[in-house]
Structure formats: structure tokens, C-alpha cells
């Protein structure tokens, strides 16, 4: 009896959806703390936007070196899921516009909870944009809707929720178990709870769609947005 444990579909998926969450919250607190001692000492922006390259890095690092090979083994087909095609690029904008337009009505929603949750949260985000240089500002704004659009969307719904729903026999039971993992790497008290529910509207979008292309614009979008509303609120 030697078998390898990532022979298990089951520790497979929670080498992913527990695995990431914890390995977000190291980070965070250790790496970018670190970057920002030294950036605070130099007085200069190159290193955390260093941080913020190598960071972008490793998420694709990841999907492409461990979520991809487990949903192979899945006999899953990454492309397959993803679901590129031309000719439903425009109804898949449509698609990624609604779910952009649900995921800002639930945020309006669940915004009073998250006050009482994480009082100061929001306003501490507005804080610490404004602190930024403006190449952080604008890194910011560009790429990390597109990375995060891309890598959360085949982690958290293209590999967790269909592989969770597969091993569960369950649509509900695959949708809590996945957005509770993206709930939690994203460790502030206050986004914890609105990318949970978040990640139950995608959960429903991707078992409709059977593809996650319509997601990917939907959270670039998303994200895209509220990005250009802190540089209208912060200014250059």
C-alpha cells in the first residue's frame, strides 16, 4: 500500500482549495510585510512592485504547474472548460456583464454586514490607494483584474467547485465547499463573507455555462471596475 496520496481525488482537491488559502495568508502576512518595511525604508515603489510581479507569478505558477495537471488527472480538459470560442464571445461579454452587474448588487447588500463585521475596512482600502505610487496604482488597475479573472476562475470554479460537485454528488455541497476556500484566500474579515456569496453566483453561472469564459470577463470586469472607481476616488 504505497500509493502516492495525491493519488486521491479528495486530497487532491484540498491540497488545492485548503492548501492556497493558507498559503495566501502566509504570504501575506510575512512577504508583503517584509517588501513594505524595506519599501517604507528605501522610499521607493520598485520593490513593491516587484512584490506585486512575483506574486502575479506564482498564481499562474500554480495553475499551470499543480491545478492543471490535477484536473488532467481529473480527465478533465483544461482548454475544454475554459471554453474559448469565437463565435460566443459576444454572448459571453453579455454574460460576464450580468454577472459583473449581480456580483456589484450583492456587494451593495452585503456592504452593512461587512461594516459590522470589518468596521473601517473599506475605508482603509481607499487609505492605502491613495498612499500608492501611481505605476503601483495603474499595475494595479490593469493587471491584477486580468490575472485574477483568469487563475480564480479555473482554481476556484474550473477545478473546486466541478471537482468538489463530482467527488460530493451534490451541486450545493461543490458550491459551498469551493467559495468557502475562495472566501477564505482572500483573508480580510470584510471580503471573506461578500467572495463567498460571490463565489456561489459563479458556482450557478459555471454549471450553466459548463464553461468559465463567460466568468473570466464577468470578474475581470468586476474587478476592472472597482479599480478605475478607487483611481476616481484617489486621483493619479
Known amino acids: 500500500m ?3 496520496i495525491m493519488d ?3 486530497a487532491r482537491l484540498l491540497a488545492v482549495l485548503v492548501g492556497l488559502p493558507i498559503i495566501n495568508l502566509v504570504l501575506s502576512y510575512t512577504v508583503f510585510n517584509i517588501l513594505a518595511y524595506f519599501y517604507a525604508a ?3 515603489t520598485f520593490l513593491l512592485l516587484l512584490y506585486r510581479v512575483v506574486l502575479t507569478l506564482v498564481e499562474l505558477a500554480i495553475v499551470f504547474y499543480f491545478v492543471y495537471p490535477f484536473m488532467r488527472r481529473e480527465k478533465d480538459n483544461p482548454n475544454q472548460i475554459i471554453g474559448y470560442r469565437k463565435d460566443k464571445l459576444l454572448s ?4 460576464g456583464i450580468v454577472l459583473a452587474l449581480l456580483a456589484f448588487v450583492i456587494n451593495m447588500i452585503y456592504a452593512p454586514v461587512g461594516d459590522l463585521i470589518d468596521p473601517g475596512y473599506e475605508q482603509s482600502v481607499i487609505d492605502y490607494f491613495s498612499s500608492q505610487h501611481i505605476a503601483l496604482k495603474l ?3 490593469m493587471l491584477i483584474p486580468l490575472t485574477a479573472g483568469f487563475v480564480e476562475e479555473i482554481v476556484w470554479r474550473g477545478y473546486g467547485y466541478k471537482g468538489a460537485k463530482k467527488l460530493t454528488g451534490s451541486f450545493l455541497a461543490g458550491a459551498v465547499i469551493s467559495s468557502l476556500s475562495f472566501g477564505l484566500v482572500h483573508t480580510q474579515l470584510y471580503v ?3 467572495a463567498f456569496l460571490y463565489g456561489l453566483l459563479f458556482c450557478f453561472a459555471f454549471e450553466k455555462t459548463k464553461r468559465i469564459m463567460p466568468l473570466m470577463i464577468g470578474h475581470w470586469l468586476y474587478d476592472f471596475v472597482q479599480f478605475v472607481a478607487l483611481l476616481a476616488t484617489t486621483g493619479f
Do not use: L, M, T, V
Open 139 to 141: 499595475f494595479d488597475s
Open 8 to 10: 486521491n481525488p479528495w
Open 2 to 4: 504505497n500509493k502516492n
Open 92 to 95: 459571453d461579454f453579455g454574460i
Open 192 to 194: 471573506i463573507g461578500f
Open 42 to 44: 528605501a522610499g521607493r
